[in-house]
């Protein structure tokens, strides 16, 4: 394995791991919160357990985001030091914006966790939105680096140096908009699902619990109206993509030949060697009218660069048709849940709408990772786009090999606990005589 | 004042809160390892009571600290991490399993020995993390860690800077400290007398070898990093400085033999705010001896002033968030123990 590789799937790996907790870290704190809210306005004891049980989860996670996240932070010069010499101070400011963000989550999580008879319940509310917030604003302007790096903005280049460097332009880039209301949406989307799942499955083991019922029912609502957002955001991601980033583009459409009229290719897989995409699905013209409004436009194909500049296409392809495929499932399920309530009146808690919730409750988190493989992998060569290659800016240290098997290791340890713990603090129904009273009320 | 060196300011009071916050929690593992004797159990209780609600905050003056030192000074970021690749690695690592154990100890079966694996992991991973980091200011101050200053390039190896005695006698000496502040606050975080009597003597203990192991520092340094060593022994505010940093080390060391534990606390935070601020001024204005120095690896301006607006808004709701913390979770405990007889 060169070094170079060792480096990209070490920050692969640390990522990924990374994203699961920070989607976490938005979401979870928004739960809490709605839920808390509606024991204080019911005083239904079983709004209460529910948030303490979420907090529980929350508080698990929340440590393993912030250990994780902390790793991050040294791998960005561990890894990639003659990447930071120059971008760090362009992309200085989201990252400064963050730290305080993490301070705010940090503090006030600690707050809600060991404040319940410290503060009043009110108050003890009020840190639950305080944590929301900040956990939505830290990922906010965590991609708004990652953006810069898909359409760096706000310097130039002189001699190896950035100059003339403006960090509000550089944080407000291109593609910084997009990215985030896509990251933004994905996050709650995913954990609602997760969520969703979890309580589903508790549900057609134990049908009665109000305690589950309560807490599909907020998760649900939130699924519902985030899986439709979620749709229309992509598509403006991908429009801005189009523009910003052709290559790009064409990789994760497989897009190999500029054509006018391009057709939207359902699945299929690339062939680099043909250069070809077979078995795909194809709807003549779609994407040229997607990305460009007109079904006849011109769209560019990854023959517009040469061998080097492309990035690996079936990964890419792949991991696009998997992100769609998944938000449209979630999608199917979610409107199909809406619309049994609307119907019936009730919560859909038949089995087999159960079972669907529980088959779908992974997907969000898939997509989220297939997601970010899109964008990372679409961009190489390049680290940030058509300035600086990623083969440059890698460290000089030798054996990278040894972190990225121990970092692996170490993170499949934890996973393996992490979900032991949650089954246990979380997913378990709690045999409250409440939980009853509620059922049969 | 120009950017630079305010934020070379802030930088450094970054690591004085850090080692004041995060530093006690390190040295909380230290104490649940050592923990013995009747009141053992209690002993961990106790700690796990102190760090529960901070520890995370506390962790966040590090992430600052990165994120400043990569905006503001690239070029020592760059050269740090790629020099220190091996002793910041384990240093995560420390980080990693420090803060997932604790967690997990907290919400784990309610099994003793399940609780004792957790306890274990975190107490090792505590000592680890500080060791490594006071390693890696070791090797900044060396000297040992060159560059060359036309091209940026680093020409010194990946190993030679940290693996010497003089970082692991700084590293030592960083985990003394931790061990140090950890005690002393904890005597205040206690009303059972057994406790804090059994803190005060841990923090007797911490602070002699503390003294011992800043002595041995200062001797390996004649050889292992020569730039500070005379800063230290030439520098005309050089005695004044490790005069009164001797005194108040002494003081803290009275006022816990006296058993006043507030003004020992007192003390010892201003112990602890010394030696850091002296680690500062001896490499000023180096930020890796020798190269790399504060001008020479600085962003531009434009940039730096917009990180001190940036920070300047970001403090006005940090301080008043931290002091709340604060007040909630550590006042109490503090006028409990001064009203008990
Ligand atoms: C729940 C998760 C989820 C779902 C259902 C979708 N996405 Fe997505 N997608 C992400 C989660 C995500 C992500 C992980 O959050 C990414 C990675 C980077 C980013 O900003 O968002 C992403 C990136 C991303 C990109 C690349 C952006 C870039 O590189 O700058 C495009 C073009 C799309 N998405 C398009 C779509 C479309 C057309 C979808 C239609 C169904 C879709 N996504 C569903
Ligand atoms: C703000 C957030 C992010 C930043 C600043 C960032 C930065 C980077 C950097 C510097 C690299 C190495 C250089 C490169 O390959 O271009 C990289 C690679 C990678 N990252 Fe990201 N990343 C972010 C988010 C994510 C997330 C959340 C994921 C996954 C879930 C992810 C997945 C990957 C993958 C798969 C690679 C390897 C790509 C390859 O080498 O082909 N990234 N990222
Ligand atoms: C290179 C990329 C990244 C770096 C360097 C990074 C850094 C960090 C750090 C240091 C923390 C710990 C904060 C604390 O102590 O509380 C953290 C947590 C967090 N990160 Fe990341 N991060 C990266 C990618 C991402 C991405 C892509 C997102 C997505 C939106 C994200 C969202 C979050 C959130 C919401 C938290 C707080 C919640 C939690 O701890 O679970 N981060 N990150």
Same mark, same amino acid.
């Given at each position: 394995?060169?070094?170079?590789?060792?480096?990209?799937?070490?920050?692969?790996?640390?990522?990924?791991?990374?994203?699961?907790?920070?989607?976490?870290?938005?979401?979870?704190?928004?739960?809490?919160? =709605?839920?808390?809210?509606?024991?204080?306005?019911?005083?239904?004891?079983?709004?209460? %357990?529910?948030?303490?049980?979420?907090?529980?989860?929350?508080?698990?996670?929340?440590?393993?985001?912030?250990?994780? #996240?902390?790793?991050?932070?040294?791998?960005?010069?561990?890894?990639?030091? !003659?990447?930071?010499?120059?971008?760090?101070?362009?992309? #200085?400011?989201?990252?400064?914006?963050?730290?305080?963000?993490?301070?705010?989550?940090?503090?006030?999580?600690?707050?809600?966790? $060991?404040?319940?008879?410290?503060?009043?319940?009110?108050?003890?509310?009020?840190?639950?939105?305080?944590?929301? =917030?900040?956990?939505?604003?830290?990922?906010?302007?965590?991609?708004?680096?990652?953006?810069?790096?898909?359409?760096?903005?706000?310097?130039?280049?002189?001699?190896?140096?950035?100059?003339?460097?403006?960090?509000?332009?550089?944080?407000?880039?291109?593609?910084?908009?997009?990215?985030?209301?896509?990251?933004?949406?994905?996050?709650?989307? *995913?954990?609602?699902?997760?969520?969703?799942?979890?309580?589903?499955?508790?549900?057609?083991?134990?049908?009665?619990?109000?305690?589950?019922?309560?807490?599909?029912?907020?998760?649900?609502?939130?699924?519902?109206?985030?899986?439709?957002?979620?749709?229309?955001?992509?598509?403006?991601? *991908?429009?801005?993509?189009?523009?910003?980033?052709?290559?790009?583009?064409?990789?994760?459409?497989?897009?190999?030949?500029?054509?006018?009229?391009?057709?939207?290719?359902?699945?299929?897989?690339?062939?680099?060697?043909? %250069?070809?995409?077979?078995?795909?699905?194809?709807?003549?013209?779609?994407?040229?009218?997607?990305?460009?409004?007109?079904?006849?436009?011109?769209?560019?194909?990854?023959?517009?660069?040469?061998?080097?500049?492309?990035?690996?296409?079936?990964?890419?392809?792949?991991?696009?048709?998997?992100?769609?495929?998944? #938000?449209?499932?979630?999608?199917?399920?979610?409107?199909?849940?809406?619309?049994?309530?609307?119907?019936?009146?009730?919560?859909?808690?038949?089995?087999? $709408?159960?079972?669907?919730?529980?088959?779908?409750?992974?997907?969000?988190?898939?997509?989220?990772?297939?997601?970010?493989?899109?964008?990372? =992998?679409?961009?190489?060569?390049?680290?940030? $786009?058509?300035?600086?290659?990623? !083969?440059?800016?890698?460290?000089?240290?030798?054996?990278?090999?040894?972190?990225?098997?121990?970092?692996?290791?170490? $993170?499949?340890?934890?996973? #393996? =606990?992490?979900?032991?713990?949650?089954?246990?603090?979380?997913?378990?129904?709690?045999?409250?005589?409440?939980?009853?009273?509620?059922?049969?009320? | 004042?120009?950017?630079?060196?305010?934020?070379?300011? &802030?930088?450094?009071?970054?690591?004085?809160?850090?080692?004041?916050?995060?530093?006690?929690?390190?040295?909380?593992?230290?104490?649940?390892?050592?923990?013995?004797?009747?009141?053992?159990?209690?002993?961990?209780?106790?700690?796990?009571?102190?760090?529960?609600?901070?520890?995370?905050?506390?962790?966040?003056?590090?992430?600052?600290?990165?994120?400043?030192?990569?905006?503001?000074?690239?070029?020592?970021?760059?050269?740090?991490?790629?020099?220190?690749?091996?002793?910041?690695?384990?240093?995560?690592?420390?980080?990693?399993?420090?803060?997932?154990?604790?967690?997990?100890?907290?919400?784990?079966?309610?099994?003793?020995?399940?609780?004792?694996?957790?306890?274990?992991?975190?107490?090792?991973?505590?000592?680890?993390?500080?060791?490594?980091?006071? &390693?890696?200011?070791?090797?900044?101050?060396?000297?040992?860690?060159?560059?060359?200053?036309?091209?940026?390039?680093?020409?010194?190896?990946?190993?030679?800077?940290?693996?010497?005695?003089?970082?692991?006698?700084?590293?030592?000496?960083?985990?003394?400290?931790?061990?140090?502040?950890?005690?002393?606050?904890?005597?205040?975080?206690?009303?059972? @007398?057994?406790?804090?009597?059994?803190?005060?003597?841990?923090?007797?203990?911490?602070?002699?070898?503390?003294?011992?192991?800043?002595?041995?520092?200062?001797?390996?340094? @004649?050889?292992?990093?020569?730039?500070?060593?005379?800063?230290?022994?030439?520098?005309?505010?050089?005695?004044?400085?490790?005069?009164?940093?001797?005194?108040?080390?002494?003081?803290?060391?009275?006022?816990?033999?006296?058993?006043?534990?507030?003004?020992? @606390?007192?003390?010892?935070?201003?112990?602890?705010?010394?030696?850091?601020?002296?680690?500062?001024?001896?490499?000023?204005?180096?930020?890796?001896?020798?190269?790399?120095?504060?001008?020479?690896?600085?962003?531009?301006?434009?940039?730096?002033?917009?990180?001190?607006?940036?920070?300047?808004?970001?403090?006005?709701?940090?301080?008043?968030?931290?002091?709340?913390?604060?007040?909630?979770?550590?006042?109490?405990?503090?006028?409990?123990? @001064?009203?008990?007889?």
């Amino acid at each position: 394995m060169t070094n170079l590789l060792a480096a990209r799937l070490d920050m692969a790996v640390s990522l990924a791991f990374h994203i699961v907790f920070a989607a976490a870290g938005i979401a979870m704190p928004l739960l809490m919160v =709605v839920s808390e809210w509606l024991w204080l306005r019911t005083r239904d004891p079983v709004y209460l %357990e529910l948030t303490k049980r979420w907090l529980r989860g929350t508080a698990i996670l929340f440590a393993v985001g912030a250990v994780s #996240g902390t790793v991050l932070s040294f791998e960005l010069g561990l890894l990639w030091p !003659r990447f930071m010499r120059w971008a760090g101070p362009v992309i #200085g400011m989201p990252f400064s914006l963050e730290g305080f963000a993490f301070f705010l989550e940090a503090i006030f999580i600690g707050i809600y966790i $060991y404040g319940w008879d410290r503060v009043r319940p009110l108050t003890h509310w009020l840190a639950g939105v305080v944590i929301a =917030v900040s956990g939505c604003v830290s990922g906010i302007f965590v991609v708004c680096a990652n953006a810069w790096m898909n359409t760096p903005a706000g310097f130039r280049m002189a001699g190896g140096e950035a100059v003339d460097i403006r960090p509000f332009a550089a944080m407000l880039n291109p593609a910084a908009f997009q990215q985030v209301l896509h990251m933004t949406i994905a996050a709650y989307l *995913a954990i609602a699902f997760a969520a969703a799942g979890i309580h589903a499955w508790a549900l057609r083991r134990d049908p009665g619990n109000a305690f589950h019922r309560r807490a599909l029912a907020i998760v649900l609502g939130i699924a519902a109206v985030c899986a439709p957002l979620q749709l229309v955001s992509g598509d403006v991601s *991908a429009r801005q993509v189009g523009h910003a980033q052709p290559v790009k583009l064409a990789a994760l459409e497989g897009q190999w030949r500029t054509e006018r009229g391009a057709p939207l290719r359902i699945g299929g897989i690339p062939d680099e060697r043909t %250069e070809t995409t077979r078995h795909a699905i194809e709807i003549p013209g779609m994407l040229s009218w997607l990305v460009h409004g007109d079904r006849n436009a011109e769209l560019k194909g990854l023959d517009q660069v040469p061998h080097a500049d492309r990035p690996p296409v079936t990964i890419t392809h792949l991991a696009f048709q998997l992100m769609v495929a998944s #938000g449209t499932a979630m999608l199917v399920v979610a409107l199909l849940g809406a619309f049994l309530w609307w119907r019936r009146r009730a919560l859909p808690v038949s089995r087999w $709408y159960l079972g669907l919730v529980v088959l779908a409750s992974p997907l969000g988190l898939v997509a989220i990772e297939a997601g970010w493989t899109v964008t990372e =992998v679409g961009r190489q060569p390049w680290i940030v $786009y058509g300035i600086m290659r990623t !083969r440059d800016a890698v460290t000089p240290m030798p054996g990278i090999a040894v972190p990225l098997v121990v970092i692996a290791a170490l $993170y499949l340890l934890l996973a #393996g =606990v992490v979900l032991t713990l949650l089954r246990r603090q979380v997913f378990a129904s709690p045999g409250m005589a409440a939980a009853r009273r509620g059922a049969r009320r | 004042m120009t950017p630079q060196l305010l934020l070379g300011g &802030v930088l450094l009071a970054a690591m004085v809160l850090y080692a004041l916050g995060a530093g006690a929690d390190f040295g909380g593992g230290v104490w649940d390892l050592l923990a013995a004797g009747r009141s053992g159990e209690r002993q961990r209780a106790a700690i796990a009571h102190a760090l529960g609600p901070i520890w995370e905050a506390n962790h966040v003056w590090l992430i600052l600290i990165v994120v400043l030192l990569f905006v503001c000074f690239p070029l020592a970021f760059a050269t740090i991490t790629t020099a220190l690749h091996v002793p910041l690695t384990l240093m995560l690592i420390g980080i990693v399993l420090r803060g997932a154990a604790f967690t997990f100890r907290t919400y784990d079966r309610d099994d003793v020995r399940v609780k004792r694996r957790w306890s274990r992991v975190f107490a090792i991973a505590s000592i680890i993390t500080p060791v490594m980091l006071g &390693v890696c200011a070791g090797a900044v101050l060396s000297g040992r860690i060159r560059v060359d200053p036309a091209t940026s390039v680093m020409t010194s190896d990946f190993v030679t800077p940290w693996l010497a005695p003089f970082p692991f006698a700084v590293g030592l000496f960083a985990l003394a400290l931790c061990s140090f502040l950890a005690a002393t606050y904890l005597t205040l975080e206690t009303t059972d @007398r057994e406790l804090r009597r059994a803190f005060r003597a841990r923090a007797l203990g911490a602070a002699i070898a503390a003294g011992v192991l800043a002595w041995v520092s200062f001797l390996l340094a @004649r050889h292992g990093a020569p730039a500070m060593h005379h800063g230290l022994s030439s520098r005309a505010w050089s005695l004044p400085f490790q005069v009164t940093t001797g005194l108040v080390a002494l003081g803290a060391l009275a006022a816990l033999w006296q058993e006043r534990y507030v003004l020992a @606390r007192a003390l010892a935070i201003a112990q602890v705010t010394l030696v850091v601020c002296g680690w500062g001024f001896s490499q000023f204005p180096a930020l890796v001896v020798p190269d790399i120095t504060i001008a020479n690896a600085a962003a531009p301006d434009s940039v730096l002033r917009a990180i001190l607006w940036a920070l300047a808004c970001g403090a006005v709701v940090l301080f008043p968030s931290l002091w709340w913390l604060y007040r909630l979770f550590k006042a109490g405990a503090a006028r409990e123990s @001064r009203t008990e007889p």
